[in-house]
């Protein structure tokens, strides 16, 4: 197994990456979240009390990618050259896609600025919805964010 390089000796260490090369960088990360057939149609109609949900998501996943490296202890920050956002509306599953794609030129990869990116626009969707959510019961069923992953990391 690799040796850890943020652990040594019981303490935390942020990798030192000055020697390291400029390099073009991209990263791509994606997630789903669930909802319940009548939210999906209030997002599809621009119907949801909070607003256009789709582009809420869309600003605060940018601002999520910026905000990384102050919520990941050993993220270092990064100068973000580029962040697009995409939404993909799967009907026959009731659920919205998210996807991330992040670029910079610099020494280490944008990976978990995808995925911050991806979650807080899954999670920014959560929030505007939430109340839509809720079963007679006050339980939400259907509701979950699932699958968010790195689907490509591009250096050159």
């Known amino acids: 197994m690799a040796e850890f390089t943020h652990i040594k000796d019981d303490k935390a260490y942020m990798v ?10 991209l990263a791509v990360a994606a997630g789903k979240i669930y909802l319940r057939e009548e939210t999906m149609k209030a997002i599809r109609e621009g119907t949801v009390v ?10 605060a996943a940018i601002q999520g990618v910026k905000r990384t490296s102050d919520l990941i202890p050993m993220c270092h920050p990064l100068p973000i ?3 697009s956002v995409d ?15 992040v ?9 978990m600025e995808a995925l ?6 899954l999670l920014t969707i959560w929030d505007m919805v939430k109340s839509a959510e809720k079963d007679e019961h006050g339980q939400y069923p259907v509701t979950g964010i699932e699958d ?3 689907v490509r990391k591009e250096k050159n």
């Open 103 to 111: 670029k910079t030129y610099g020494k280490t990869g944008v990976e």
């Open 81 to 83: 050259g580029g962040v």
């Open 148 to 150: 968010i992953h790195v």
């Open 50 to 59: 909070k607003g256009n949900v789709l582009a809420t998501a869309r600003v």
């Open 16 to 25: 030192d990456v000055t020697q390291k090369t400029d390099v073009n960088r």
């Open 116 to 121: 911050t990116g991806v979650s807080i626009a």
């Open 87 to 101: 939404f993909e509306d799967i009907a026959d599953e009731n659920c919205i896609e998210a996807t991330c794609t």
